[in-house]
């Protein structure tokens, strides 16, 4: 071996020790190297003289060898990026969802999609994480379409005539949205959408290049009279809905009205996404069955997740569906991303197998209705000109109109003012949005207290918002 090698593999381990080392530390003395490392006095000169040369450390004749400082980020000569503007030009910006606000410590979240820590089952999240990495064939590929057991039970969720062969398991719901409608329509093509709706399906519909277009919904949801007319005026093949327990309102689609809604779609030649979301997040009562139980002929398509009622980092989802579409979907997986990743799905079995999972889904009803009506009610003491559009039977927020003359960005504004975050209504809308409704979740915040402490603050907020007069 050349001396020149022999230096460079001594310089490589001297790298590894300064970087446990801070700055001004010494590093032993020629001696010591040289008896430690086995090689001769000229390999460590080399070495330390190529790390003097880094910068990565100085020498002190007489004193010894020294680590250096290490150069700050400061230093560092900003990249010049405007050249992106004109490389993105032409690309509408207004497809791409609102950056997340990090979460500041001393803010109370009344804000999101998620339920806070205390309300998942970590613990058993952890045992199944943990059973699945032990299994043999744990990080072999997943067949594209899902893994079979995990197939099977979501069929099984569903119920009626579902088989895991109606089954595509997904990277969560809003990849799979993503994914249906890129699907179903081509770019610039319409899809009808409750006014208000999920923003997240907003967003994937413009960002695959289409155009929302409102469906008004009444106290009982999707109203099946303006959905006809919706279908005949702007010739759309697809209709995006959430029949149970509605994102934003809490609506449930009466079982009449879901017969409408299915037989109006098939009479359009569309398509339904039915977005079942919340089906795990009752408060009192089982969900009502699906649409998709009901449908005869692969009208509507059904997605379902395990994120909100378990975890965000649990991305497990199911899309249902029949005939042709469920072809070109499992054609598309090709395309995307292959296949979810299989110790995912190994521990999503594990988890909904065990009966830790039946535990917490007995669990959750009591602790949801606990929460909202503890919000509601804190919000009728606190500011009682805030009218709760109704009180949900189902899911995590609460629709709240604002009094007259406060609009949703000045209530958000003052509200973050007094450490609460809290989302604006009108980014719920397809179009023409009004903005006096604000959106607030009663499953973020840590606990019953943080929800009255919540609603004391957004009464400090409101106070400082001129009034209607």
């Known amino acids: 071996m050349s001396e020149n ?192 709706t999920y923003p997240g399906a907003l967003h994937a519909a413009r960002a695959a290049g289409l155009r929302p277009l409102p469906v008004p919904i009444d106290d009982d949801g999707l109203r099946p009279d303006l959905l006809a007319d919706a279908f005949a005026m702007t010739g759309a093949r697809l209709l995006y809905c959430q029949p149970t327990y509605h994102n934003p309102t809490g609506a449930v689609l009466p079982p009449a009205r879901r017969e409408q809604v299915a037989e109006i779609a098939r009479a359009a030649g569309a398509f339904v996404i039915e977005d079942d979301w919340a089906r795990h997040l009752s408060h009192n009562q089982a969900a009502p069955r699906p649409m998709v139980v009901d449908d005869r002929d692969g009208t509507v398509i059904h997605l379902t997740s395990l994120t909100k009622p378990a975890s965000p980092s649990l991305r497990i989802g199911a899309v249902i569906a029949r005939g042709p579409v469920m072809r070109r979907l499992r054609s598309m997986r090709h395309v995307d991303d292959f296949f979810t990743a299989r110790p995912l799905q190994e521990a999503a079995i594990e988890l909904i197998s065990g009966p830790a999972w039946d535990r917490h889904l ?49 209530v958000v504004a003052a509200a973050r003012a007094h450490g609460v975050a809290v989302d604006r209504g009108s980014r719920f809308f397809p179009a023409d949005p009004p903005h006096n409704l604000v959106r607030l979740s009663f499953a973020a915040a840590a606990d019953l207290a943080e929800l009255g402490e919540a609603a004391r603050r957004l009464r400090a907020a409101a106070d400082e918002l001129p009034s209607s007069g």
Request: no cysteine; hydrophobic share 45%.
């Open 362 to 410: 007995r669990m959750l009803p009591g602790a949801l209705r606990e929460r909202a009506a503890t919000l509601a009610a804190a919000l009728a003491r606190e500011v009682p000109g805030w009218r709760i559009g109704r009180h949900p039977a189902g899911g995590l927020h609460l629709w709240v109109h604002l009094p007259d003359g406060h609009e949703d960005t000045a």
């Open 5 to 196: 090698s022999t230096s460079d593999e001594l310089a490589t381990a001297l790298r590894a020790a300064i970087a446990t080392m801070a700055p001004g530390d010494r590093l032993p003395s020629s001696r010591d190297l040289t008896r430690r490392h086995r090689v001769g006095p000229a390999t460590v000169a080399r070495a330390i003289a190529q790390l003097a040369a880094e910068g990565a450390v100085i020498t002190r004749p007489g004193s010894g060898t020294y680590v250096a400082a290490r150069p700050g980020r400061a230093t560092r000569q900003a990249a010049d990026t405007s050249w992106q503007a004109v490389a993105l030009a032409g690309r509408d910006v207004e497809a791409l969802p609102e950056p997340s606000p990090v979460q500041q410590a001393g803010v109370i979240s009344l804000a999101g999609g998620y339920p806070h820590e205390s309300l998942q089952p970590v613990r058993a999240l952890q045992a199944a994480l943990a059973r699945a990495a032990r299994r043999p064939d744990a990080w072999h590929r997943a067949p594209t379409e899902g893994l079979a057991p995990l197939r099977t039970i979501f069929a099984g969720l569903v119920g009626g005539t579902i088989g895991p062969d109606d089954v595509l398991i997904t990277g969560g719901s809003q990849g799979a949205l993503s994914m249906l409608f890129r699907a179903i329509i081509a770019p610039g093509g319409p899809v009808l959408m409750e006014a208000p």
